[in-house]
């Protein structure tokens, strides 16, 4: 026998459902939000995303900042992983792509 659920009980979880997203903080911000939790604008947000200052993650060509990692970083927790740079990098293998892709060897 299947056990009939009244409208009253589907009401009540609705209710409590909406009640409880209303008090939840959201999963991930937007960048300009992140960036103005820490007193930076939104060009200035998006800077600091693309340097890896501000954690980001991918929804499809949606880019998040997810809270836990962002608070995370911000309380000295984790440590932010940023893009290497060519000045970061071993200049002599730059060079050498860079050659490789010109067609020369690498010796010259």
């Not at 993650?57 to 809270?67: D, W, Y």
Request: net charge positive; charged share 30%; hydrophobic share 35%.
């Amino acid at each position: 026998m299947s056990k009939k659920v009244s409208s009253a009980t589907i009401g009540d979880q609705m209710k409590a459902k909406s009640e409880f997203l209303e008090t939840q903080e959201p999963l991930t911000y937007s960048i300009p939000f992140a960036g103005s939790l820490v007193g930076i604008g939104k060009n200035a947000s998006y800077a600091a995303a693309r340097r890896g200052e501000i954690p980001t993650i991918r929804f499809g060509k949606k880019l998040r900042v997810p809270r836990a990692k962002f608070l995370r970083m911000l309380s000295g927790e984790e440590e932010v992983a940023r893009p290497q740079t060519l000045n970061d990098a071993d200049t002599s293998s730059a060079v050498n792509l860079r050659a490789l892709a010109r067609g020369r060897s690498e010796k010259s």
